[in-house]
């Protein structure tokens, strides 16, 4: 399997706080990997440099062999941050129309394409609301829907399921699976454990180290425990 982003020898500091230590990292094509860690310990921070609207200090970051930034990456990236960017006074579908056209589709692209996403996010009876009617839940949704207008082959969500209830979350991972089964590879930061559990693989930050990176089986079986929590807290330990 190809890597689809390659880090090398990341670092990065806010005046004199070093938020990321020498991250090395590979995300295969069509996996879903996470980026775990607890809040602070620089995974937005990373994630931005891997969209590329932050330059590290020193380090290079490669997506699909180029390195970034990419004016050309913009076409097969998705990318939802931790806050959601969307008209308040607009509609969903309008939402989405708007994004539509700047991405250059044509008039029934658009319609097929926003009838697409709405359907992946579960939010066509609610097309036509407008969005500062939406609960938080259904705003995250419609990010997401947002985040695949343009048919990215590499989806980056910054903890895509903050303020959502256990049944809608459970909605959104079945989403996911369902997009790496159509071959998309999905980058997703997460402090929760169960969420963690989901990803074929993860990689756990701390204090901005990357602590350790592997399977959710194996990463407990290295530590000999059965929780991630407790792997993490191993692993976090043997760091300091
Ligand atoms: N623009 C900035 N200027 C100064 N410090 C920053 C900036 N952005 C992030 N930081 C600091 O960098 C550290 C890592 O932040 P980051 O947002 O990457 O963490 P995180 O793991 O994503 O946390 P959370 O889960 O709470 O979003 C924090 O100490 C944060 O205060």
Redesign the pocket.
């Known amino acids: 399997m190809s890597s689809v982003i390659a880090i090398q020898n990341l670092e990065h500091a806010?005046?004199k706080?070093r938020?990321?230590k020498q991250i090395d990292l590979e995300i295969k094509e069509g996996e879903i990997f996470g980026?775990l860690?607890?809040?602070?310990?620089?995974?937005?921070?990373?994630?931005?440099m891997i969209v590329g609207i932050m330059e590290p200090d020193s380090g290079v970051v490669y997506v699909k062999g180029e390195k970034v930034p990419s004016f050309n990456l913009m076409k097969s990236v998705g990318y939802m941050a931790?806050s959601d960017a969307l008209y308040q006074e607009l509609s969903a579908k309008e939402n989405l129309d708007f994004l539509a056209s700047i991405y250059g589709l044509n008039k029934k692209e658009r319609a097929a394409a926003i009838q697409e996403v709405l359907r992946v996010v579960d939010l066509i009876e609610h097309k036509n609301k407008i969005v500062s009617n939406f609960s938080g839940g259904m705003k995250r949704r419609l990010s997401l829907a947002a985040s695949l207008m343009h048919k990215p082959t590499l989806l980056i969500l910054?903890?895509p399921t903050v303020g959502i209830d256990p049944i809608l979350r459970q909605s959104i991972w079945e989403n996911l699976r369902k997009l790496k089964e159509e071959g998309m590879t999905i980058l997703v930061?997460t402090?929760v454990m169960d969420e963690a559990e989901k990803c074929d693989r993860l990689a756990m930050?701390r204090d901005?180290y990357m602590i350790a990176c592997d399977t959710p089986t194996n990463l407990k079986r290295e530590k000999g425990v059965e929780t991630l929590e407790d792997a993490f807290l191993s692993f976090g330990r043997s760091k300091q």
Do not use: C, N, Y
């Open positions: 806010f005046g706080e938020v990321l980026l860690g607890p809040s602070g310990a620089g995974k937005t921070t990373l994630v931005k931790q910054d903890e930061t402090h930050l901005g």
